[in-house]
């Protein structure tokens, strides 16, 4: 019953799309690795990332560089 429950978890939370819209020169440092945390490397590249709380912090540190689509 457990991995049932695991599942619907993982279902209800979902996945979000983060996509790189502006490049990294001239930013902080810790902007720049938290961008690489993403997955990010290039302008407009995206990643499909798992919705939790550890990914939204990490974009709501970089936001102005990155657009979410849901």
Same mark, same amino acid.
């Given at each position: 019953m457990a991995k049932? @429950?695991?599942k619907?978890? @993982?279902a209800a939370t979902g996945t $979000?799309? $983060? =996509? %790189? $819209?502006? #490049? *990294?020169? #001239?930013?902080? @440092?810790r902007h =720049? *690795?938290? $961008?690489? @945390? %993403? #997955?990010l490397n290039k302008i407009n590249d995206?990643?499909?990332l798992p919705d939790n709380p550890s990914v939204r912090g990490l974009i709501a540190t970089v /936001? /102005? %560089?990155v657009q979410v689509e849901q």
């Open positions: 049932t @429950a695991k619907a978890d @993982a $979000v799309k $983060v =996509r %790189l $819209v502006k #490049g *990294l020169r #001239g930013t902080q @440092a =720049r *690795l938290s $961008v690489k @945390a %993403l #997955g995206v990643r499909e /936001y /102005y %560089l």
